[in-house]
């Protein structure tokens, strides 16, 4: 069953990847989905903590 979880976790993240002109990104919607939160406090959270984040992030 937990390996049934990480192949579908997997899939899902695989999925939120888009190639935009070249570059491999995330949006900020599909990472919120990740980490359970909501787009606003993500978006909160980066923005409060840059130092914690990489640069391209």
């Known amino acids: ?3 049934k979880m990480v192949e579908l976790a997997l899939d899902t993240i695989i999925a939120s990847i888009y190639e935009i002109r070249g570059q491999k990104v995330m949006l900020d919607k599909d990472l919120a989905f990740l980490y359970g939160v909501t787009t606003c406090n993500l978006n909160k959270a980066v923005n409060r903590n840059l130092q ?3 640069p391209d992030f």
């Open 52 to 54: 914690r984040f990489p």
């Open 1 to 3: 069953m937990e390996k």
